[in-house]
């Protein structure tokens, strides 16, 4: 299963420590906002969560990848 994840659930399973067991059961991808938003801002204000996403990264459990709109997906949100 491919999963996009957002920095709220992100944040939220880094706190509730099922991350890794998550991670390692699904390709999970980010995109590159959310890399800010949970790794590079959060480590220059000192969140150890920030750090153990980072890590996440640099193994391949999370994957950034840019997220290509779709014209059908548009129309259905519209």
Do not use: H, Q, R, W
């Amino acid at each position: 299963m491919k999963v996009i994840m957002d920095a709220d659930s992100l944040i939220k399973l880094t706190k509730a420590k099922a991350k890794e067991v998550i991670l390692k059961n699904i390709e999970a991808y980010i995109p590159p906002k959310v890399v800010e938003e949970t790794v590079e801002i959060p480590k220059e204000e000192g969140y150890p969560d920030a750090f153990v996403i980072e890590a996440n990264l640099k193994k391949g459990l999370l994957e950034v990848g840019e997220i290509e709109e779709k014209e059908e997906v548009e129309e259905m949100i519209d």
